[in-house]
C-alpha cells in the first residue's frame, strides 16, 4: 500500500523555502527548534479564527521575527494594534526575547490548502455533511483558479460505528512532480463522536526555473549558429 509523503517537505530547497531560517550552534540549536515549535503551537491556537496559513521564524543575535500569513489581518492586528501589541508582549514574556511580528495578507485564502481543510474541519463540527462541506470546498478552490485538489476525511463520518476515509478530487494534483506547486494542509475536526482528521492538496500550476531556461536556450542557440557556421565553411572549401 503506497505511503504519500508531505509534498511540503519534499519540494523545500527546489520551488519552496524554510519555514524556520536561522542559525545556530549545536548547544542552542535544540532549545530553538522547541521554541520554534511552541510559537506556532501558541500562535496558531490564539489566532485560529484569523485563518493562518503559515508561520515563519527568523533569528539574528538579538531579536526574533516572526511573519504570520493569515486571511483575516484586520482581526489579528486589532483596534489600533492592540492586538499585535498584545500578541507581541505575550510571545516576548513565553521567550525573554524581542520579538517583531509582521502580518502577511493571504489574497486568495480559497488557495491555502492549511486554511481549506481548518473550514471543512469547522463545518464538520457544526454538523455539517462532511461530503457537502469537501463538495463546496471543492467548488471554491477550482473557482478560485487551482489547476486541481484532493481531499479525504477520516474518522467515524456522520457517527459511523466503524471509522473509514473518504476522498473527493477534481483536476490534477502530481505529488511526485517536483516543478508542481502542491499545498498540503490538515486539521482536526471535534465532534460528539471524536476526532475526524481533514487533508487536503491543492494544485497551485507550475512553478518553472526561468533564468535556467533562458540560460540553456541562449546556449543552443550560439552551438546552431556555430554549427551552421562550420557546415558554410566546409562547404566553400570543398567547391575551391
Known amino acids: 500500500m503506497g505511503q504519500k509523503v508531505n509534498p511540503i517537505g519534499l519540494r523545500i530547497g527546489i520551488i519552496r523555502g524554510w519555514e524556520s531560517r536561522w542559525f545556530s550552534n549545536d548547544k542552542d540549536f535544540a532549545n530553538n527548534l522547541l521554541e520554534d515549535d511552541k510559537l506556532r503551537r501558541y500562535i496558531k491556537t490564539?489566532?485560529?479564527?484569523?485563518?493562518?496559513?503559515?508561520?515563519?521564524?527568523?533569528?539574528?543575535?538579538?531579536?526574533?521575527?516572526?511573519?504570520?500569513?493569515?486571511?483575516?489581518?484586520?482581526?489579528v492586528i486589532g483596534k489600533g494594534g492592540s492586538g499585535i501589541e498584545e500578541l507581541k508582549n505575550e510571545l516576548e514574556k513565553m521567550t525573554g526575547?524581542?520579538?517583531v511580528i509582521?502580518?502577511?495578507?493571504?489574497?486568495?485564502?480559497?488557495?491555502?490548502a492549511q486554511l481549506v481543510a481548518e473550514n471543512i474541519a469547522?463545518?464538520?463540527?457544526?454538523?455539517?455533511?462532511?461530503?457537502?462541506?469537501?463538495?463546496?470546498?471543492?467548488?471554491?478552490?477550482?473557482?478560485?483558479?487551482?489547476k486541481g485538489i484532493k481531499t479525504a476525511c477520516s474518522g467515524r463520518l456522520?457517527?459511523?460505528e466503524i471509522a473509514r476515509t473518504e476522498h473527493y478530487h477534481e483536476?490534477?494534483?502530481?505529488?511526485?512532480?517536483?516543478?508542481?506547486?502542491?499545498?498540503?494542509?490538515?486539521?482536526?475536526?471535534?465532534?460528539?463522536?471524536?476526532?475526524?482528521?481533514?487533508?487536503?492538496w491543492i494544485n497551485r500550476g507550475e512553478i518553472?526555473?526561468?533564468k535556467n531556461e533562458e540560460k540553456e536556450e541562449g546556449v543552443s542557440d550560439n552551438v546552431d549558429a556555430e554549427k551552421d557556421k562550420v557546415q558554410k565553411d566546409a562547404k566553400r572549401q570543398d567547391k575551391r
Open 122 to 146: 469547522s463545518q464538520l463540527e457544526k454538523r455539517i455533511s462532511f461530503r457537502r462541506a469537501m463538495k463546496q470546498a471543492i467548488m471554491r478552490t477550482m473557482r478560485a483558479g487551482a
Open 97 to 99: 526575547k524581542n520579538i
Open 171 to 200: 483536476g490534477v494534483v502530481p505529488l511526485q512532480t517536483l516543478r508542481a506547486d502542491i499545498d498540503y494542509g490538515f486539521a482536526e475536526a471535534h465532534t460528539t463522536y471524536g476526532k475526524i482528521g481533514v487533508k487536503v
Open 102 to 112: 509582521n502580518i502577511i495578507e493571504v489574497k486568495k485564502p480559497e488557495l491555502s
Open 158 to 160: 456522520g457517527g459511523a
Open 46 to 75: 490564539k489566532l485560529y479564527d484569523s485563518g493562518v496559513a503559515r508561520i515563519e521564524i527568523e533569528r539574528t543575535a538579538n531579536r526574533t521575527r516572526i511573519n504570520i500569513h493569515t486571511a483575516k489581518p484586520g482581526m
Open 208 to 210: 518553472l526555473p526561468r
